[in-house]
């Protein structure tokens, strides 16, 4: 495979602009077509103005974090590297422009990357079960024959977090399906579904989600991709890649998300929402709460930011035993009292605040009889 060291960025069939391997990072242009008729990408670290950006430093492999926000993590990039493996290809070798120009429409957000060299064939597998089994067998480092190995990549090649995932398409609408992981009971789907069940009876945004049969696991959780919408992509962005901030290393408070919420949003409305969403993840005990699972939608008709729905919302655990997102520097032993003075910081109203509160901890306490 040959290795990519120049790329150009597109938007449907618009040149935002140009990647290019500079000094082991990425630098960005942005094209003067973009510069005149388009919008940031990236706010904070890519305004739009025709200087040649550079990374500061190696958080995102040289990237910015726009840019590694398109490519897969986790179970995604296993697939890849393992799709690598069966072409005989040396993953050390592909650089990250590379893997960016192997990105299949299936990716996240709206972002197109050329030349493109992912010479995809759509799989024919759309047996949950079976892709699940698939999955299983990738996870275990068990053989798996070449055409099972394709069908998978070419449905979850290009998928971010730890849990295996596909894509699959419900009536003309594209939904992505969560497996169990190695670390996952059966009963993950399940749970995942009724902890998106109690986001809805506390007030949050969720996309669409339901729970499909299974033979072999309790169901598996699916949710309708918000970055799509009438077959158009919508451009995204996380809270990790706008600050630039990688979410393997813990280093951001929920004070970050309600500040980026009011500077891009300029709403009174978005910020409750994100207030409400770290009250849910805290009482829920959602300590995968990193800066990758927040993220922002751009409207192009209307021209601003909102928040995206609320996703990866289930019960979880961390290695440290914290959450990934501290409110007012805790990371764990979070009261009430810290989130009301997170509320207090963004003056949001005591009425406003204790009401949130009050909503979610009643949701909470009657789930008793669900998998929390």
Same mark, same amino acid.
Request: proline share 3%.
């Given at each position: ?25 990425? =630098? ?38 726009? %840019? ?63 892709? #699940?089994?698939? $999955? ?44 169990? =992981? ?19 009876? $506390? ?17 598996? @959780?699916?949710?309708?991709? @918000? ?52 009250? @849910? ?12 699972? %927040? $993220? ?46 997170? $509320?207090?910081? #963004? ?26």
């Amino acid at each position: 495979m040959q290795k990519i060291t120049r790329a150009d960025v597109y938007i449907e069939n618009n040149l935002v602009g140009t990647l290019v391997e500079y000094e082991r990072k990425i =630098a960005f242009q942005y094209s003067s077509f973009w510069l005149n008729s388009g919008f940031s990408i990236s706010p904070f670290s890519l305004p739009l103005k025709p200087e040649i950006f550079i990374p500061k430093d190696f958080d995102f492999n040289g990237l910015f974090g726009v %840019f590694d926000d398109s490519l897969p993590d986790g179970w995604g990039r296993l697939l890849t590297d393992r799709y690598l493996q069966s072409q005989g290809i040396d993953k050390r070798e592909i650089n990250e422009l590379t893997r960016l120009c192997m990105l299949s429409e299936d990716s996240a957000g709206c972002l197109k990357y050329v030349p493109h060299i992912n010479k995809r064939t759509d799989s024919e597998v759309d047996d949950l079960d079976k892709l #699940f089994s698939m $999955a299983k067998a990738i996870l275990t480092e068990k053989d798996i024959t070449e055409e099972d190995l394709d069908s998978i990549y070419q449905r979850g090649g290009s998928s971010g977090g730890a849990r295996p995932k596909v894509n699959m398409t419900f009536d003309g609408e594209m939904w992505i399906v969560k497996f169990p =992981a190695s670390f996952d009971g059966l009963n993950a789907g399940v749970q995942e579904y009724e902890c998106n069940k109690m986001a809805v009876d $506390a007030g949050v945004n969720v996309a669409d989600f339901k729970l499909i049969k299974s033979s072999q696991t309790k169901g598996f @959780f699916a949710t309708k991709r @918000f970055d799509r919408r009438d077959n158009t992509r919508i451009h995204m962005i996380s809270l990790s890649g706008l600050l630039e901030s990688s979410h393997r290393i813990p280093a951001l408070d929920y004070k970050h998300l309600l500040q980026v919420t009011q500077i891009l949003t300029q709403s009174e409305k978005e910020i409750i929402e994100a207030f409400r969403r770290a009250c @849910f993840n805290i009482f829920i005990s959602n300590q995968d709460d990193h800066g990758k699972n %927040f $993220a922002f939608l751009f409207d192009g008709d209307e021209r601003k930011w909102y928040l995206s729905p609320a996703y990866d919302l289930t019960k979880s655990t961390t290695s440290f035993g914290e959450h990934s997102t501290t409110v007012m520097g805790k990371g764990r032993n979070i009261t009430e009292d810290d989130l009301r003075r997170l $509320a207090d910081e #963004f003056e949001i109203s005591e009425r406003v605040r204790n009401e949130i509160l009050s909503d979610i901890r009643k949701v909470v306490s009657q789930s008793k009889n669900r998998i929390i």
